[in-house]
C-alpha cells in the first residue's frame, strides 16, 4: 500500500508541477520539448560544437549521437549559462544541467553523455529572453 501511494503521490506532484509556472512549448526556444531523461555521466565523445557569440549561438541546432556530448564555446565577452528549457524550472536536459554552469568570456565546457535519444532545447538563463541566446540539441 504504501509504495502504491507513493506513486501516486509523485505522479500527482509531476502533473501538478508541470501545470503550473507558465510552461509551454514554446517557451522559450520554440516548438515542444522531448526530454533527455538519463544523465549519461562525464567523458565520452563531443559529437558536436556550439559557439556562443555577442550575436547568440552558432549554429541552433546540432545533431549528435545517443552517448555523444556537445562542447559549448563561449566566444563573447560576458559570461553565459546555458541551461535546459523550460525557464525557468529547466531540468528537461540533465547532461546539460550537471554539465555546463556559467560559462565565462573565453571558456568552453562539455555536456554530460546524452544517453537516450530525444530533443533538447536550450537558452541562456542570464538572458533568458533573447531568442538569439537559444537552440536545441536533437539527439540520435
Not at 500527482?12 to 544523465?39: E, F, H, K, Q, R
Not at 541552433?60 to 549559462?81: K, L
Amino acid at each position: 500500500m504504501t509504495s502504491i501511494r507513493t506513486i501516486l503521490i509523485g505522479s500527482t506532484a509531476v502533473l501538478l508541477i508541470a501545470s503550473c509556472g507558465g510552461y509551454s512549448p514554446t517557451s522559450p526556444g520554440g516548438g515542444g520539448v522531448t526530454v533527455i531523461v538519463n544523465d549519461g555521466g562525464s567523458g565520452g565523445t563531443s559529437g558536436a560544437t556550439v559557439t556562443i557569440g555577442a550575436a547568440g549561438v552558432t549554429p541552433s541546432t546540432v545533431n549528435v549521437a545517443v552517448g555523444q556530448t556537445v562542447t559549448f564555446v563561449n566566444n563573447d565577452s560576458r559570461a553565459h549559462q546555458i541551461s535546459s528549457d523550460p525557464h525557468p524550472q529547466h531540468g528537461s536536459c540533465p547532461g546539460i544541467e550537471a554539465g555546463l554552469g556559467t560559462l565565462g568570456a573565453g571558456q568552453s565546457r562539455t555536456t554530460r553523455i546524452m544517453a537516450n535519444a530525444g530533443t533538447c532545447r536550450y537558452h541562456d538563463h542570464l538572458d533568458d529572453t533573447n531568442a538569439a541566446l537559444r537552440g536545441t540539441i536533437v539527439v540520435q
